[in-house]
């Protein structure tokens, strides 16, 4: 029995199959490599001696996902497969929804006509939306501020009514907090497209000199130092709390939305001290506005995870900016100068369909 990990060449997809293979799972993935690129799966084959089925197959395109539910045996599906650009969602709306929300409904009348009704969501804290107190428990108030956000909303409430219509089904839907760093090899890691939207891409390619410096949004916000306050989480742990979410799924029917954080929010200086701390680079910056759009604090109450789940995060920030480092110093243009098609070496484990 398989499980199939839609977008699992992503970021955190990729880095959920090093851990899912680790722990003895058959692993097939389903990416359209939109915003991603082949050559994380052949890492984690590497990295891991296992192997990986891969379908370059869009969500959309009903048919071919289908074949991919005929071809395997599959029990449960982790489904990170989405569009992630804040900014981006605002001028392509409709692309954003039919994306993610249209890919999202697909998937699930695929997986119903099968019988296989479990499933792990990827959302995001962006569903709490300007949330004024923390920390943020599963239990606050949701709402979106943008596009993007609003998808993840929509698909949350689309996985209730299924449930609601059918009491069989099993879903876990994990609202993400700030993931960052990368897998402790340097191997794999976040590869933004373009100029990075996020603070710790931004600040790993400052200290690497492939940008001049960072901008940081705003030092008038009610916090320690008056920059934005987050939760920022290491994706292994996030990795590692899909497997949780798994086995509790596996067992029981239902569907449950956990906090995956540390609990725990540093400021934007702090990140780059501790980024200078662990790389011995100076990251230069300058105070600009604060950006449209963004909150003061945001970070989690994880309780319901640890105690529902039985998963709590570990690793501090210190690990988290070493690891994005080591990441950006031994890939500085990322996965980029890799085609598609070509790689620096044949990895007969990675099976592509
Ligand atoms: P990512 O862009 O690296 O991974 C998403 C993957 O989905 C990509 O490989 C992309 O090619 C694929 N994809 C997109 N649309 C597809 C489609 N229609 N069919 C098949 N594949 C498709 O992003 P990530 O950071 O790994 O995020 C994974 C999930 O977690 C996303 O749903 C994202 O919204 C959510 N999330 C991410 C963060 C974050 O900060 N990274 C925070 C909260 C939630
Ligand atoms: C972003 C997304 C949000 C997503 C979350 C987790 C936006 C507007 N929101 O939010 O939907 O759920 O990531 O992945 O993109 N900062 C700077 N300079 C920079 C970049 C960021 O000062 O160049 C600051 C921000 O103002 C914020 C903090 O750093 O205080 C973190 O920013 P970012 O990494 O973009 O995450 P979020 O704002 O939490």
């Known amino acids: 029995m398989a499980i199939l990990v839609t977008g699992g060449a992503g970021y955190i997809g990729s880095h959920t199959c090093l851990e899912l293979l680790n722990a003895g799972h058959e692993v097939i993935v389903v990416d359209n490599l939109s915003n991603s690129s082949i050559e994380s799966l052949r890492r984690v084959s590497e990295l891991t001696g296992k192997t990986i089925k891969f ?107 299924l449930y609601v219509s059918d009491n069989s089904w099993s879903i876990a839907v994990l609202r993400y907090f700030n993931p960052i760093g990368a897998h402790k090899s340097g191997r794999i890691g976040e590869d933004p497209n373009g100029v990075p939207n996020n603070l710790m891409p931004y600040i790993s390619q400052v200290a690497v000199g492939r940008l001049k410096e960072l ?83 945001c970070y989690s109450d994880p309780t319901k995870a640890e105690r529902e789940l039985g998963w709590v995060a570990e690793k501090g920030i210190e690990e988290m900016c070493l690891d994005a480092w080591r990441w950006q110093l031994s890939n500085p243009n990322g996965y980029q100068e890799l085609s598609n098609t070509s790689s620096e070496f044949e990895n007969p484990r990675l099976i592509v369909m």
């Open 55 to 161: 379908y370059q197959v869009d969500l959309l395109n009903k048919e071919k996902l289908d074949t991919v539910f005929g071809q395997n045996n599959i029990e449960a599906v982790i489904h990170f497969a989405g569009l992630k650009a804040v900014g981006e969602s605002v001028e392509i709306p409709l692309f954003y929804y039919h994306n993610n929300i249209g890919g999202t409904i697909i998937l699930c009348e695929v997986m119903k006509k099968y019988g296989i009704k479990r499933m792990v969501f990827s959302s995001s804290a962006t569903v709490y939306g300007m949330s004024e107190t923390t920390p943020i428990t599963e239990n606050s108030p949701l709402s979106a501020t943008n596009p993007y956000g609003r998808s993840k909303l929509i698909i949350e409430e689309i996985l209730n009514d």
């Open 215 to 297: 901008s940081v949004y705003g030092n008038d916000y009610l916090t320690l130092d008056g920059t934005g306050v987050r939760d920022y989480i290491h994706v292994e742990d996030l990795a590692r709390g899909h497997l949780k979410a798994l086995k509790k799924i596996m067992a029981d029917s239902g569907v449950e939305a956990y906090n995956l954080g540390t609990g725990q929010g540093y400021s934007v200086l702090e990140m780059v001290s501790a980024f200078e701390r662990v790389s011995g680079k100076l990251v230069p910056y300058r105070i600009r506005d604060r950006r449209p759009g963004d909150i003061g604090i």
